[in-house]
């Protein structure tokens, strides 16, 4: 039996990529540069099937669209005949569409899992361009640590002089988004008046966190990690419907985050879509933020660390 078994991570945006200028080949209009996180991931198992195609989600049978997504993103990698003989089985160890970025885990997943399974043997650019069909941010998820990705379609790891950074992400819901970021993202740059600036000051960023990083510019960091998640939900607010993915409670840790800032604590939240709010910190100082957080009633939250990027866990064939 082959059987191929592949585990990625999810990655947080510090400087966000929200919208495509090229839907179907997905290229951003900005460069976006993320943080993969070590114990927030997907694990998705490729094996051979005597009853045709299938996908299991969290060990449910999966249907619908869902299906037809995962699919047609295998298409890239086997023909029908091929699919037909397989089944695929994904966990996600993150709660699935609550802003959490489980969408990049799982196709980065998906992808590696797919590229060893049938012996299609992409080289990382072939890769990482195909990935990020499945979701755009996925393709962060294929390396660990700092990721870049370029609006050329470059994505590559960023040197980082600092690595003791933390990540708390606070759930405040863990429902599944009302919107997808895919549409969402695609009516912003239809009709949110703040698009444009958005784009242009995401790039600028791009590259000041970049140096921010290799020089470990702390203050820095934090400071463009939280301007880039504000910016893009300004112009979701500002897109024609709003769209709105934060909540009360968001606000509150958001608050939070800048009182805490006040008292020198390291201390910089990014939200992406859905109302859970990530917080940047460090080793020193994600302790005493952890208590002001349960404090205020917010018990429920995982502490990660940069992690490594998508890897093929199991492989087997006999
Ligand atoms: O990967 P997508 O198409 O679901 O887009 C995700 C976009 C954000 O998570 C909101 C920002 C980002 O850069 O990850």
């Not at 669209?65 to 990698?77: A, S």
């Amino acid at each position: 039996m082959k059987k191929v078994t592949a585990k990625a991570p999810i990655n947080i945006a510090l400087i966000k990529y929200w919208g495509k200028e090229d839907e179907l080949k997905v290229i951003p209009y900005n460069s976006s540069l993320s943080l993969t996180l070590d114990n927030l991931y997907t694990v998705t198992t490729i094996e051979e099937s005597t009853s045709g195609f299938s996908f299991t989600l969290n060990n449910k049978v999966v249907d619908g669209k869902e299906l037809k997504r995962v699919y047609e993103f295998l298409k890239l990698f086997a023909s029908i005949e091929e699919l037909e003989k397989i089944k695929v089985s994904s966990t996600n160890y993150v709660p699935t569409g609550a802003g959490l970025a489980s969408s990049a885990s799982a196709f980065a997943a998906l992808s590696i899992a797919a590229n060893k399974y049938f012996n299609t043997n992409y080289v990382f650019d072939k890769l990482s361009s195909i990935t990020r069909l499945g979701s755009g941010s996925a393709c962060r998820s294929l390396l660990g640590g700092f990721v870049a990705w370029e609006k050329s379609g470059m994505v590559y790891q960023v040197n980082s002089k600092v690595n003791d950074f933390v990540m708390i992400s606070v759930i405040v819901d863990s429902n599944k988004k009302e919107i997808s970021s895919r549409n969402a993202m695609a009516i912003s740059i239809k009709t949110s008046p703040l698009y444009k600036m958005f784009v242009d000051e995401a790039n600028d960023d791009f590259s000041k966190l970049k140096l921010a990083l290799e020089l470990g510019n702390l203050k820095e960091i934090g400071k463009l990690t939280k301007n880039s998640a504000l910016m893009m939900h300004a112009v979701m607010a500002s897109t024609n419907p709003p769209i709105e993915y934060l909540k009360e409670k968001s606000y509150e840790i958001i608050d939070l985050c800048d009182e805490l800032l006040e008292l020198g604590l390291y201390c910089y939240p990014t939200m992406d879509a859905g109302a859970n709010v990530k917080i940047l910190t460090n080793e020193k100082d994600f302790k005493k933020i952890i208590q002001m957080l349960e404090k205020k009633g917010f018990i429920d939250y995982y502490i990660s660390r940069p992690g490594e990027g998508a890897l093929i866990i199991d492989e087997q064939d006999s």
